[in-house]
């Protein structure tokens, strides 16, 4: 394998210039963080939103180039929209395992360790350098990884389709250790493909085009997770199936899970080996005005990360958003799972995504207005106590569903509220969102800028990723059960729940963890709001120095 050592970037327009750190920016952009049934994460907004801060090239105004047009490279342009669809059927299937498992009744403590398979899309900066800069030059630099990624996820797919079934209905219930282990990798693959396919996109297209892959990024990442997710669920649903795809009533949906998964495995092998075969990655460039890809070396990126990091203004903005959205965990993570708990239809649940997508599409851009100005985080800090009252008419949602749930279902008016409460809390999240992002594009160094932009947008995530895991770990503990109809037993711990069970009994919960925690989680997000806040708004004061990295860099 191969290291290069120089410094490239491509900005969304095709003009390129060399800069320190650039190649990261493309293969780590914010599409990460955790998928909840309740919430688009900010996995999800990157793609709409990358175009709204990227900043114009007043060079290309001055001296405008003829451009060659999508047609010439639609079949690259296709390619690429197809590897990014093979990226979000993992992802969507990891998203819809948790639904699965809830309907099995399994712990939240169990939920809390499976969300861990949510994490490596916020860590591939730790081995993204790797990526980058190890390779088989004759093979290619993107495909040395590609190919065998691709690969190794149709593999543990078609492995997966053989076991799964015995991993969800094994005895004494899940086997989720296994399940967290097999899907772990299943993202950890996902993200490291990601890696290469972001790189690969700016070589395959050309200056003029290349543009486009932004956009092949977010559609073909949202059409996978969807097929992955919302209509996978919607076709392993016997009741959906048989209310809307049948005339004869099963037991059983059009397809399974085991099904599914060998399905895109087969997929993924045959495609992998027909790109691997038929796809070169090192094509003469002259004629269709590409630039040699360039890279840093391994150990000067994660200097550099370091060197970030230690800049005061940075740790500070690094601690705060670690901690920003403690408050809101309960309802971006439990929420979902706990209308699966009340009897909604999981199907009907992952369906309700699918009015929202013209909505995800205009709210950045008619947020981007407000945040276009030099001080983006007052945005953010007014729409933090938004998202903490919806947080809370979440769990009032919550409370109110099982009083809505008839014989034949819950009725049309109870989704048109779930649907509307949704919409507010896609409000909310995005407009700290697209607030966040635009500070990042502003105070980030440019000598440094893409790997400076990796390195906030990972905080970010990572921020969203641990109070979501410990919101589910802690729903449990915090929940309180007694043992009715049995006489001197209890339900402190899943063995005394299944004696009281077997001695007539029934165990009741007295007090919910969730609501516990919605309340504990808005206390914390205001008590935030109003110590922190302040301090994240004056970041906006500081002067573009604070921000600035000093580092030597090579012309």
């Known amino acids: 394998m191969e290291n290069h050592n120089h410094d490239l970037i491509t900005y969304k327009n095709g003009r390129q210039r060399k800069q320190v750190g650039a190649s990261l920016h493309h293969s780590l952009s914010l599409k990460d963080g955790v998928m909840t049934p309740m919430s688009i994460s900010e996995t999800e907004i990157d793609g709409v ?3 709204l801060i990227a900043g114009s090239d007043s060079e290309e105004k001055m001296h405008p180039k003829v451009r060659r047009g999508i047609r010439t490279e639609l079949w690259n342009v296709l390619l690429l929209l197809f590897l990014y669809v093979l990226q979000g059927i ?16 399994v712990s939240y403590r169990n939920q809390a360790v499976f969300s861990f398979v949510f994490w490596p899309f916020s860590l591939k900066l730790l081995w993204a350098p790797l990526v980058d800069a190890l390779y088989f030059t004759k093979f290619g ?91 996978f669920l919607a076709l392993e649903s016997a009741d959906f199936c048989n209310k809307y795809l049948r005339t004869e009533p099963k037991e059983i949906g059009i397809v399974t899970l085991a099904d599914f998964l060998f399905f895109w495995g087969v997929v993924f092998l045959l495609s992998t080996t027909l790109v691997a ?50 408050g809101f965990s309960a309802a971006d993570a ?32 008619l947020i981007s207005k407000y945040t276009a100005g030099p001080r983006p985080l007052d945005v953010f800090y007014k729409a933090f106590p938004f998202r903490l009252m919806v947080g809370l008419g979440f769990a009032l949602l919550v409370a109110w569903t099982p009083s809505v749930r008839q014989e034949e279902g819950f009725p049309v008016y109870y989704y048109v ?15 700290m969102y697209v607030a966040g992002m635009a500070f990042h594009a502003k105070v980030s160094d440019p000598l440094i800028g ?18 979501s895991t410990l919101a589910l770990w802690l729903v449990d503990p915090l929940t309180s059960k007694e043992c009715r109809g049995a006489v001197n037993q209890t339900c402190v711990s899943p063995e005394a729940a299944g004696l009281c069970v077997k001695e007539g009994g029934a165990c009741v919960t007295t007090l919910d963890g969730y609501y516990v925690e919605s309340v504990v989680c808005m206390l914390i997000g205001f008590a935030w709001w109003v110590w922190l806040g302040p301090k994240l708004k004056r970041l906006q004061d500081h ?7 000093r580092v030597a860099v090579d012309d």
């Open 49 to 51: 939103t990358d175009n």
């Open 90 to 105: 993992p992802l969507g299937l990891a998203g819809s395992i948790p639904l699965i498992l809830q309907s099995k009744n």
């Open 141 to 231: 630099r993107r495909k040395s990884w590609l190919v065998p990624t691709q690969y190794l996820l149709g593999l543990f797919m078609l492995y997966l389709s053989l076991r799964v079934d015995s991993l969800l209905q094994s005895k004494g219930g899940p086997n989720v250790v296994a399940l967290t282990t097999v899907f772990f990798m299943l993202a950890f693959l996902a993200a490291t493909q990601d890696i290469a396919v972001d790189g690969w996109a700016l070589t395959m297209l050309s200056r003029e085009n290349v543009g486009y892959a932004s956009t092949c990024n977010s559609v073909g990442q949202t059409a996978g997770y969807f097929l992955g997710n919302v209509l």
């Open 277 to 326: 075969i038929l796809k070169s990655e090192n094509e003469p460039s002259k004629d269709r005005g590409k630039d040699p890809e360039e890279t840093q070396g391994v150990l000067q990126t994660y200097k550099l990360l370091f060197t970030i990091v230690k800049m005061p203004a940075v740790f500070t903005f690094c601690l705060l958003l670690l901690t920003a959205k403690i």
């Open 334 to 365: 439990v929420t979902g799972l706990k209308l699966v708990e009340a009897g909604v239809p999981k199907a009907q649940l992952a369906l309700l995504a699918v009015p929202m997508v013209p909505l995800q599409i205009l709210l950045p851009v």
């Open 417 to 431: 509220v779930v649907l509307l409460s949704y919409a507010v809390h896609q409000l909310a999240l995005y407009s």
């Open 450 to 467: 893409g790997t400076y932009m990796t390195l906030l947008n990972t905080v970010t995530n990572l921020g969203g990723n641990w109070p």
């Open 543 to 549: 002067s573009p120095a604070a921000w600035r990295c």
